[in-house]
């Protein structure tokens, strides 16, 4: 027996119940319809939004997330090398404006000390400084002398022997420091060495004399007796036969004149004695 078998056994049925019946199964259907419809939209959306994302925006993985990187920088740099063409780029001396010290920073040097050596020069090839020079062989400014704009000469920092000098015109040239040292120690100093393992060499030069030593016992005792040797102020008139050169380890030199008779050893600026014992060890480089 159904349940319509058993309606009919107790009669009939007022329509209206069956009515109400029908109305509420097909309402359900409805509602059921519209939910699946309204899901179906949603998906149909989110997909094409992905393939509109996918399209505009490739997942990168492996090689190609490496190829689009590189594609980046690339035209990060055509974006600077644009930039770059459109304006001459700024000194590159600028970007380090403040003085370096160096091994003696007591020392007061006169920027208008510094001559200029002209391109070619012995002077350039004996101090093994390279032409031409560069932007990056600026170092930090110095200040401002009458004849330009004095740099460090970036390889040799610690040296305040040579700078390097911008003209007016921007053409550049090495200096050399020509002003005093008031102590054999100061001018070891302006050349970057603050103790005998700084020096290369001496060498008596001039004459029929010609000899050098690098030996580490008589470098050590040079130093010494240099470096503790006091200025006696302008050096006298007239020049000598004998010459001392000292070889230092970053590869500059300084020449010394050595007069015998007056005991003494001069530079452009300062006349220092000599003493016994420095001409001792002007003897022994004669006999080697």
């Known amino acids: 027996m159904n349940p319509m078998s058993l309606l009919e056994g107790f009669g009939e049925i007022r329509e209206k119940f069956v009515e109400e019946a029908e109305n509420y199964r097909a309402k359900s259907q409805k509602i059921h319809l519209t939910r699946w419809i309204s899901a179906a939209a949603c998906l149909a959306v989110l997909a094409v939004s992905g393939a509109v994302y ?105 040296a305040p022997a040579v700078r390097i000098l911008e003209a007016e015109d921007g053409a ?27 020096l290369s060499y001496v060498a ?27 200025s006696q102020g302008t050096p006298p008139e007239g020049t000598g036969e004998l010459y001392l050169r000292v070889g230092f380890q970053n590869g500059l030199t300084f020449r010394i004149e050595y007069l015998e008779e007056e005991g003494l050893l001069c530079t452009s600026a300062d006349a220092y004695q000599a003493g016994s014992s420095i001409a001792g060890l002007v003897e022994s480089l004669k006999g080697s």
Do not use: C, H, W
Request: negative net charge; charged residues 15%.
């Open 54 to 158: 996918l399209r505009t925006n490739p997942i990168q993985t492996g090689d190609s997330a490496s190829n689009v990187a590189s594609s980046a920088a690339s035209a990060a740099e055509e974006r600077a090398a644009g930039d770059a063409s459109g304006s001459p780029a700024p000194n590159a001396a600028l970007f380090d404006a403040s003085p370096k010290g160096y091994a003696n920073s007591s020392i007061s040097l006169d920027l208008e000390a510094y001559k200029p050596i002209t391109e070619g020069s012995a002077l350039l090839s004996e101090n093994q400084l390279p032409e031409p020079i560069t932007q990056e062989m600026l170092g930090g400014f110095i200040g401002t002398a009458s004849l330009g704009e004095l740099y460090a000469y970036a390889p040799l920092e610690s």
């Open 172 to 198: 550049f040239q090495y200096a050399f420091y020509t002003g005093p040292a008031s102590t054999g120690a100061e001018l070891f100093s302006l050349y970057g060495a603050a103790s005998a393992e700084d």
């Open 204 to 230: 008596l030069e001039g004459g029929a004399q010609g000899a050098a030593s690098d030996g580490s016992q008589l470098l050590e005792e040079f130093y010494q007796l240099f470096a503790s040797l006091e």
